[in-house]
């Protein structure tokens, strides 16, 4: 117990030296300006660190004052993290204007729904309330990034290297939260130190991910490129939907004239 | 003269694919390039896509396969012959009106771009 304790307060303090570090490189390399709401979100972090040590050590772990302290400054870095988020996603798809029009009304809409989703499929009693909604935000995220890359693949729009990383950084950070949420759930007491464990863990694998991607200035604005004229797409796009479709028509009758003849 | 018949056939389908895969790309660099994209037609477009790429594979492997008996000759050529005069004159007139956007892309290469 005691090796274990010692063990949890060495990753934390290595987290917590990484989340300093990561700061510091954020304003040494002007990235802060660049994403400034990552850097809010890394510095609430590094808060957040003060904050549960301090409150750890004047109440104790198991107190209730602890538990609530750490549970609101938990919301607070979730939503500081989900703004992130989309920084992150706007970085990479608002330089295309129609197509950020639609893609931020769809990446809210999947990320309304599965908070929806996650807050209904889950329990209602009070204790979980606070877990669930994590939970629900944390796979909010999670879809959103996926989609995000599905949007940037479907449309070969290009992701800077280091936006692509942190991106995966938060991608992964959240979907272990969601699995550990989850188990938590079902083995609350049992799992409790082993959940803290783990989770500083993904999350350290998550820093080094973040440092790693802001080891270089990152330029202020992206590739800014020139639009067409608004009706040529109001003009063109039915009319290369009505050849896509006749080139499946055009299967379907081949697909069809092989079926008979067998 | 069977496998003559597919190979054709897998020709066709081939060529198929490519036409659809030039105006799917088209189609994007316009999206990508416009200031306003109408939700209707994205969503028409990738359900059009899943479609065909789904029949297209089916199609593919069973010719590919011999489990599907080919049509013959004369009406496989007639097929092709029909359908690549009505595709060359809807896709020239496409390219006409869509030679705005390819020189703009023809700018340094949109794909993969990165700012830096």
Known sequence: MVG????????????????????????????????PFFFIYALLNLF??????????????????????????????????????????????????????????LLFAAAAFISFYAWTVSRGSWPFAILNLDRGLELAM??????????????????EPAVRTVA???????????????????????????????????????????SWAFRRTQPATTFETGLLPEDLYRTLAPEINARLRELNEQLRHFGHAEGKRT | MRRERRRVALAYLLALRGDFDGLLGMARVIAVLS??????????????????????????????????????????????????????????????RAALVAEMVSSPDRRRIHPV
């Open chain 1, 4 to 35: 274990n304790f010692t063990f949890d307060r060495l990753l934390w303090s290595i987290t917590f030296l990484l989340n300093t570090e990561l700061v510091v490189l954020l304003v040494y390399r002007k990235n802060h300006r660049v994403f």
């Open chain 1, 142 to 159: 999670a879809t959103v990034i996926v989609l995000l890359f599905a949007f940037a693949r479907y449309y070969e729009v290009g992701v």
């Open chain 1, 48 to 105: 957040q660190g003060i904050v549960l040590f301090e409150s750890y050590r004047i109440w104790g772990f198991r107190s209730t004052v602890s538990m609530r302290v750490a549970w609101s400054v938990q919301g607070l870095v979730t939503f500081a993290r989900a703004v992130a988020v989309a920084e992150i996603c706007h970085r990479i798809l608002a330089k295309f204007r129609g197509i950020w029009g639609l893609a931020w009304r």
């Open chain 1, 168 to 210: 995966i950084g938060f991608f992964l950070y959240s979907c272990f939260r969601v699995l550990n949420d989850t188990i938590l759930e079902g083995w609350l007491h049992r799992y409790a130190t082993l959940w803290n464990l783990l989770g500083t863990l993904s999350f350290l694998a998550s820093m080094l991910l973040w």
């Open chain 2, 35 to 96: 200031p306003g994209v109408a939700a209707v037609q994205e969503f028409e477009r990738l359900r059009l896509t899943v479609n065909f790429l789904w029949r297209y594979r089916i199609i593919r492997m069973s010719v590919w396969a011999g489990y599907a008996p080919l049509p013959q000759m004369d009406g496989l050529s007639n097929l092709i012959s029909g359908f690549s005069v009505r595709l060359e004159a809807a896709m020239k007139e496409l390219g006409e």
